[in-house]
Protein backbone atom coordinates (compact mmCIF):
# COMPACT_ATOMS: atom_id res chain seq x y z
CA UNK A 1 0.00 0.00 0.00
CA UNK A 2 0.97 3.20 -1.14
CA UNK A 3 0.89 6.55 1.57
CA UNK A 4 -1.12 8.62 -0.51
CA UNK A 5 -3.91 6.06 -1.18
CA UNK A 6 -7.30 6.32 0.05
CA UNK A 7 -9.75 3.92 0.96
CA UNK A 8 -12.86 3.36 -1.52
CA UNK A 9 -14.46 1.12 -0.41
CA UNK A 10 -14.72 -1.48 3.24
CA UNK A 11 -16.67 -4.18 3.56
CA UNK A 12 -16.58 -6.52 6.67
CA UNK A 13 -18.37 -9.58 6.94
CA UNK A 14 -16.95 -10.82 4.14
CA UNK A 15 -16.93 -14.66 3.26
CA UNK A 16 -14.03 -15.85 0.79
CA UNK A 17 -14.15 -19.19 -0.80
CA UNK A 18 -12.02 -20.67 -2.95
CA UNK A 19 -13.33 -21.88 -6.64
CA UNK A 20 -10.63 -24.65 -7.07
CA UNK A 21 -11.63 -28.28 -7.12
CA UNK A 22 -11.04 -30.16 -4.10
CA UNK A 23 -11.31 -26.93 -1.76
CA UNK A 24 -13.06 -27.07 1.97
CA UNK A 25 -14.49 -24.28 3.72
CA UNK A 26 -13.52 -20.83 3.37
CA UNK A 27 -12.34 -17.90 5.82
CA UNK A 28 -14.03 -14.24 6.91
CA UNK A 29 -12.43 -10.62 6.57
CA UNK A 30 -12.74 -7.16 4.71
CA UNK A 31 -12.74 -6.78 1.63
CA UNK A 32 -11.13 -2.58 1.05
CA UNK A 33 -10.95 -1.19 -2.17
CA UNK A 34 -8.31 2.03 -2.46
CA UNK A 35 -7.55 3.99 -5.15
CA UNK A 36 -4.56 1.35 -6.22
CA UNK A 37 -5.49 -2.05 -4.77
CA UNK A 38 -8.15 -4.79 -3.95
CA UNK A 39 -7.21 -6.11 -0.26
CA UNK A 40 -8.81 -8.97 1.80
CA UNK A 41 -7.71 -8.90 5.03
CA UNK A 42 -8.38 -11.70 7.36
CA UNK A 43 -5.99 -10.96 10.43
CA UNK A 44 -6.77 -7.30 11.81
CA UNK A 45 -5.74 -5.23 14.70
CA UNK A 46 -9.35 -3.69 14.86
CA UNK A 47 -10.84 -4.87 18.32
CA UNK A 48 -13.87 -7.35 18.47
CA UNK A 49 -16.35 -4.75 19.75
CA UNK A 50 -15.77 -2.40 16.34
CA UNK A 51 -16.15 -5.45 14.34
CA UNK A 52 -19.40 -6.52 16.13
CA UNK A 53 -21.09 -2.90 15.98
CA UNK A 54 -19.67 -2.31 12.31
CA UNK A 55 -21.48 -5.80 11.04
CA UNK A 56 -24.45 -5.20 12.36
CA UNK A 57 -24.43 -1.30 10.90
CA UNK A 58 -23.68 -2.70 7.30
CA UNK A 59 -26.62 -5.13 7.18
CA UNK A 60 -28.76 -2.83 8.06
CA UNK A 61 -27.01 -0.07 5.26
CA UNK A 62 -27.30 -3.03 2.94
CA UNK A 63 -31.16 -3.89 4.50
CA UNK A 64 -31.22 -0.23 2.86
CA UNK A 65 -29.13 0.28 -0.17
CA UNK A 66 -27.39 -2.39 -2.08
CA UNK A 67 -24.22 -0.44 -3.33
CA UNK A 68 -21.25 -1.82 -1.92
CA UNK A 69 -19.40 1.67 -2.41
CA UNK A 70 -19.65 1.90 1.04
CA UNK A 71 -16.67 3.39 4.18
CA UNK A 72 -16.96 2.32 7.89
CA UNK A 73 -15.77 4.86 10.81
CA UNK A 74 -13.36 3.49 12.98
CA UNK A 75 -11.23 1.74 10.06
CA UNK A 76 -8.94 4.18 8.26
CA UNK A 77 -5.73 4.48 5.66
CA UNK A 78 -3.75 4.30 9.10
CA UNK A 79 -5.57 0.95 10.22
CA UNK A 80 -5.22 -0.31 6.60
CA UNK A 81 -1.32 0.34 6.79
CA UNK A 82 -0.67 -1.81 9.86
CA UNK A 83 -2.95 -4.74 8.52
CA UNK A 84 -0.99 -4.64 5.79
CA UNK A 85 2.25 -5.52 7.55
CA UNK A 86 1.00 -8.61 8.35
CA UNK A 87 1.76 -11.08 5.45
CA UNK A 88 -1.31 -13.35 5.57
CA UNK A 89 -3.61 -10.02 4.19
CA UNK A 90 -3.45 -10.14 0.49
CA UNK A 91 -2.80 -6.90 -1.25
CA UNK A 92 -4.03 -7.19 -5.19
CA UNK A 93 -2.85 -4.62 -7.76
CA UNK A 94 -5.84 -4.10 -10.12
CA UNK A 95 -3.42 -5.35 -12.95
CA UNK A 96 -2.69 -8.52 -10.85
CA UNK A 97 -6.78 -9.08 -11.56
CA UNK A 98 -6.99 -11.01 -14.78
CA UNK A 99 -10.97 -11.68 -14.51
CA UNK A 100 -13.32 -9.71 -12.24
CA UNK A 101 -17.41 -10.09 -12.35
CA UNK A 102 -20.49 -10.42 -10.09
CA UNK A 103 -23.38 -13.74 -9.96
CA UNK A 104 -26.95 -13.07 -8.74
CA UNK A 105 -27.65 -16.74 -7.02
CA UNK A 106 -30.80 -17.52 -5.00
CA UNK A 107 -29.30 -17.55 -1.86
CA UNK A 108 -27.32 -13.97 -2.41
CA UNK A 109 -24.97 -11.93 -4.35
CA UNK A 110 -20.81 -13.18 -5.32
CA UNK A 111 -17.95 -11.81 -6.59
CA UNK A 112 -15.66 -13.63 -8.70
CA UNK A 113 -12.26 -12.88 -8.88
CA UNK A 114 -9.18 -14.22 -10.58
CA UNK A 115 -5.61 -13.59 -10.52
CA UNK A 116 -1.71 -14.25 -10.45
CA UNK A 117 0.10 -13.89 -7.41
CA UNK A 118 3.29 -14.63 -6.96
CA UNK A 119 3.18 -16.91 -10.11
CA UNK A 120 0.11 -18.96 -8.77
CA UNK A 121 -3.66 -18.45 -10.84
CA UNK A 122 -6.14 -18.02 -7.99
CA UNK A 123 -9.78 -18.23 -7.68
CA UNK A 124 -12.00 -17.04 -5.70
CA UNK A 125 -15.92 -16.21 -4.45
CA UNK A 126 -16.76 -13.32 -2.06
CA UNK A 127 -20.16 -13.07 -0.43
CA UNK A 128 -21.01 -10.59 2.26
CA UNK A 129 -22.78 -13.00 4.78
CA UNK A 130 -25.30 -11.87 7.48
CA UNK A 131 -25.53 -14.48 9.71
CA UNK A 132 -23.09 -17.11 11.28
CA UNK A 133 -22.76 -20.49 13.16
CA UNK A 134 -19.73 -20.63 15.62
CA UNK A 135 -19.81 -24.10 16.07
CA UNK A 136 -18.12 -26.60 15.12
CA UNK A 137 -16.30 -24.30 12.89
CA UNK A 138 -17.50 -20.76 11.75
CA UNK A 139 -19.18 -20.45 8.64
CA UNK A 140 -22.46 -18.12 7.04
CA UNK A 141 -25.84 -19.33 7.39
CA UNK A 142 -27.29 -16.34 5.78
CA UNK A 143 -25.56 -14.06 2.95
CA UNK A 144 -26.79 -10.37 1.83
CA UNK A 145 -28.21 -9.45 -1.48
CA UNK A 146 -25.88 -6.58 -2.95
CA UNK A 147 -25.17 -4.79 -5.75
CA UNK A 148 -21.38 -5.53 -7.11
CA UNK A 149 -21.93 -3.71 -9.90
CA UNK A 150 -19.88 -0.40 -9.00
CA UNK A 151 -17.34 -2.63 -7.11
CA UNK A 152 -16.56 -4.26 -9.96
CA UNK A 153 -16.88 -1.34 -12.49
CA UNK A 154 -14.25 0.70 -10.28
CA UNK A 155 -11.85 -2.10 -10.88
CA UNK A 156 -12.14 -2.53 -14.74
CA UNK A 157 -11.97 1.12 -15.48
CA UNK A 158 -8.37 1.59 -13.55
CA UNK A 159 -6.75 -1.53 -15.34
CA UNK A 160 -4.74 -1.37 -18.31
CA UNK A 161 -6.89 -4.37 -19.60
CA UNK A 162 -9.63 -6.29 -18.99
CA UNK A 163 -10.85 -10.05 -19.20
Given amino acids: MQPDEKIQAHLVSVWRESKKFFSIGGKEGMLVL ?27 NFLKSKNTMIRHDGYDEEDLMNDMEDDRNIELSFNDISSISHIEKDWG ?36 KVDWEPFVQYIKDRQNFTK
Fill in 34 to 60: TDKHLMFIHKTESKINWWKAITQRQVV
Fill in 109 to 144: SSLQLEYQKDGKEEKFQYSIAQNWVKYPAKEPTKYM
